[in-house]
């Protein structure tokens, strides 16, 4: 028995262990919101005009910021170019919510897009990704890349009449449609800032459509003017 309670108090002590702690993120030295809007001329040869509006709310704890955007887009075109328009024009708009995954400012974001001209509007949800621009530099690019699956609605124009070739009037229709745009942020004076790139989209029906042509496409390259709020 003796010799059993000096083997116990004799063995060695086992080291407590315990993990690394996490590191604790830096403070974010950016304000809580970051503002900027933006209009552009599009080089389409149809007239066109592009506006955007991002606001971008930075956590202090140095975590991923979280931004919203809008995209307005207004198109005077021939029904030649896209399918939802005529010489009268249409416009689009985009609402995107986005979650920092990775620098530099790199965010993925679900997006709502509304569709609409010569008497057809369409919506649908839609994802992609996005390098969002913050203002900090004196030239900082920016992409984005969007699918919206599935854009449904109706149109309404005559039948006998470009672009409603076929089909009733009030049929409806279905287009997946892929956006995307690619340029930069150069710094003024002050507050403003140049902005200019390159954008379009693709549309391909889901369903037979009425409309022609049965695909659409719309780019161009745009320059304009923008304001850091």
């Known amino acids: 028995m003796a010799a059993l309670a000096f083997a116990l108090f004799a063995a060695p002590a086992v080291a407590q262990t315990t993990a690394p702690a996490e590191p604790t993120p830096a403070p974010s030295s950016r304000p809580s919101q970051q503002v900027e809007m933006s209009i552009d001329?599009?080089?389409?040869?149809?007239?066109?005009?592009?506006?955007?509006?991002?606001?971008?709310?930075?956590?202090?704890?140095?975590?991923?910021?979280?931004?919203?955007?809008?995209?307005?887009?207004?198109?005077?075109?021939?029904?030649?170019?896209?399918?939802?328009c005529n010489n009268v024009g249409g416009h689009d708009t985009d609402l995107r919510l986005g979650f920092?995954?990775?620098?530099?400012?790199?965010?993925?974001?679900?997006?709502?897009?509304?569709?609409?001209?010569n008497g057809a509007s369409f919506s649908g949800i839609g994802f992609g990704i996005e390098k969002v621009p913050r203002g900090e530099k004196p030239f900082e690019p920016y992409a984005s890349l969007f699918l919206y699956p599935s854009a449904s609605g109706s149109y309404?124009?005559?039948?006998?009449?470009?672009?409603?070739?076929?089909?009733?009037?009030?049929?409806?229709?279905?287009?997946?449609?892929?956006?995307?745009?690619?340029?930069?942020?150069?710094?003024?004076?002050?507050?403003?800032?140049?902005d200019a790139?390159?954008?379009?989209?693709?549309g391909y029906p889901n369903t037979q459509s009425p409309l022609s042509p049965q695909t659409f496409t719309h780019n161009g390259l745009y320059l304009g003017l923008g304001l850091k709020l």
Not at 100 to 117: L, M, R, Y
Not at 180 to 191: A, I, Q, R, V
């Open 41 to 84: 001329y599009v080089f389409d040869g149809h007239a066109s005009l592009r506006a955007g509006m991002k606001q971008i709310y930075n956590r202090k704890d140095g975590g991923g910021s979280v931004y919203f955007g809008e995209d307005f887009g207004f198109f005077h075109s021939t029904c030649g170019s896209r399918a939802f």
């Open 197 to 202: 790139g390159y954008a379009g989209d693709f």
């Open 100 to 117: 920092q995954v990775a620098e530099p400012d790199i965010f993925i974001a679900i997006g709502s897009g509304n569709f609409a001209g």
């Open 156 to 194: 309404s124009c005559p039948v006998t009449t470009a672009p409603c070739y076929a089909g009733p009037v009030g049929s409806t229709t279905d287009f997946r449609i892929m956006r995307y745009s690619l340029g930069g942020h150069f710094d003024l004076k002050g507050p403003f800032f140049a």
